[in-house]
């Protein structure tokens, strides 16, 4: 059974900075891609960014330089740091892992950027 657990969302202030996590199972995590995704209120998911299973990484432009994806093949684990936040930043945060056809979502974390 595949699982994506994300972990470490919660309320920052702006200009702060936060780091999500994301422990995956039931996958062969070396050979998948992974990904950020987010969801604010009202509005469609939107990717955040990628690392692939070369650790080649691709950003959104809104993100582009204010947050960081890793990946730790020996933890089966994919991180996204986040700094500089802004209010525009708070959103529900999913992983996602990508082999071939195949995909899996976790169930998402909450982030909150607000003052």
């Known amino acids: 059974q595949v699982q994506l657990v994300e972990s470490g969302g919660g309320l920052v202030r702006p200009g702060g900075s936060l780091r999500l996590s994301c422990a995956a199972s039931?996958?062969?995590?070396?050979?998948?891609?992974m990904a950020w995704y987010r969801q604010a209120p009202g509005k469609e998911r939107e990717w955040v960014a990628s690392?692939?299973?070369?650790?080649?990484?691709m950003y959104a432009g809104s993100v582009k330089g204010r947050f960081t994806i890793s990946r730790e093949n020996a933890k089966n684990t994919v991180y996204l740091q986040m700094n500089n936040v802004k209010a525009e930043d708070t959103a529900v945060y999913y992983c996602?892992?990508?082999?071939?056809?195949?995909?899996?979502w976790g169930q998402g974390t909450q982030v909150t950027v607000s003052s």
């Open positions: 996602k892992a990508s082999e071939a056809a195949n995909y899996y």
């Open positions: 039931g996958i062969i995590f070396s050979s998948n891609v």
């Open positions: 690392i692939g299973t070369h650790s080649l990484t």
